[in-house]
């Protein structure tokens, strides 16, 4: 695990701009229905998970859905459980992501990138057990709102987006030139030849 220096405390804040951005791009050229839209935020999620971590993951995953949380939260059907639980989510998805990578140590293999799309997809599947939770259990409790409608549209959409994250995050990884530009923020990691 990464230790929080300035250099990966400047590398969270990049990635969570960018996630955010990518965010925003997303939700106004992706609308799918009232309160669904297209999300690739995570990307940056797993970038920073990939590189530096669980904790590095986990914290990204926590600024990446602030803005997902406004939009989906106060502005959106979930009031503040969104603002809240989205985070949440997100971060869940980074701590995942960082371990199992770390786990699979992707960045010591020399072809990492054919771990890195079931990696991914392993790593979403505890959000994906947290969203149903949350459609489920914790927006009827909290906000008094069935949700559960919604898990027809969000889960589909978001495994969706998950499976061309993998594919994306698998060219990053076997990226010579990206490896070495990320590594530069993580001495720990060595880069690839």
């Given amino acids: 695990m990464s230790e929080m220096n300035p250099r ?6 990049i990635m969570g701009a960018l996630g955010n951005l990518l ?3 997303s939700y106004y050229l992706g609308p799918i229905s009232h309160g669904v839209a297209l999300d690739f935020s995570l990307l ?3 970038i920073a998970a990939f590189y530096g971590g669980p904790l590095i993951g986990l914290v990204t995953g926590l600024f990446v859905g602030i ?6 939260g106060p502005l959106g059907s979930g009031a503040w459980l969104g603002l809240i639980g989205l985070p949440l989510g997100k971060a869940l998805t980074g701590l995942t992501a960082g371990l199992i990578a ?21 790593g979403y599947v505890p959000e994906c057990l947290y969203t149903v939770a949350y ?7 909290f906000l008094g ?19 061309v994250m993998s594919f994306l995050m698998a060219a990053l990884v076997g990226n010579v ?12 990691y060595s880069s690839k030849e």
Avoid: R
């Avoid at 293999?109 to 990696?119: A, D, E, I």
């Avoid at 069935?146 to 889960?155: D, P, R, S, T, W």
């Fill in 8 to 13: 990966t405390i400047s590398f969270v804040a």
């Fill in 23 to 25: 965010f925003i791009i």
């Fill in 44 to 46: 940056t999620t797993f």
């Fill in 67 to 72: 803005l997902p949380g406004i939009f989906f």
């Fill in 102 to 122: 770390k786990g699979f140590k992707i960045n010591e293999k020399q072809h990492s990138s054919l771990l890195t799309v079931p990696t991914v997809l392993l």
């Fill in 135 to 141: 459609f489920v259990y914790l927006m009827p409790y």
């Fill in 145 to 163: 709102i069935a949700g559960a409608g919604f898990l027809v549209f969000v889960l589909p959409k978001a495994w969706g987006e998950i499976i």
């Fill in 177 to 188: 030139g990206f490896n070495n530009f990320v590594n530069k923020f993580f001495k720990s």
